[in-house]
């Protein structure tokens, strides 16, 4: 069974940072597209990161390069985002995906999801 599984998410002061992990089992992803998705309250959900599991390329949002850095441990199957200076508009729930690297990046859509984790920043 394939599963995709977020932690790490927080209640944290704004200018603080954090770091997301996502557990990808259940396949191998050898030629997918790993990503990492926001949606702030009342809004769409939203791509953020990505990083290909094979060649470790990455593709980011403009508005969080800088701040956002995606990475993976690959013999733990695992997908980090690191954010720092987090700002309350971080708040919101991150997801992690699995599909290829046009529906991750450029469609925001994924074969696989995981459930999300809630980050909330206070300013």
């Known amino acids: 069974q394939v599963r995709l599984i977020e932690s790490g998410g927080d209640l944290v002061q704004a200018g603080d940072s954090l770091r997301l992990s996502c557990v990808a089992s259940?396949?191998?992803?050898?030629?997918?597209?790993m990503g990492w998705f926001h949606q702030a309250p009342g809004k769409e959900r939203g791509f953020v990161a990505a990083i290909t599991w094979s060649t470790n390329d990455t593709a980011y949002k403009d508005s969080v390069k800088g701040r956002f850095t995606i990475s993976k441990d690959t013999p733990k199957n695992i997908i980090y985002l690191e954010i720092y200076g987090l700002k309350p508009e971080d708040t919101g729930v991150y997801s992690c995906?699995?599909?290829?690297?046009?529906?991750?990046?450029?469609?925001?859509?994924?074969?696989?999801w995981g459930q999300g984790t809630q980050v909330t920043v206070s300013s």
């Open positions: 259940g396949r191998t992803w050898t030629g997918y597209t």
């Open positions: 995906a699995a599909g290829d690297w046009h529906s991750i990046v450029e469609r925001g859509v994924g074969k696989y």
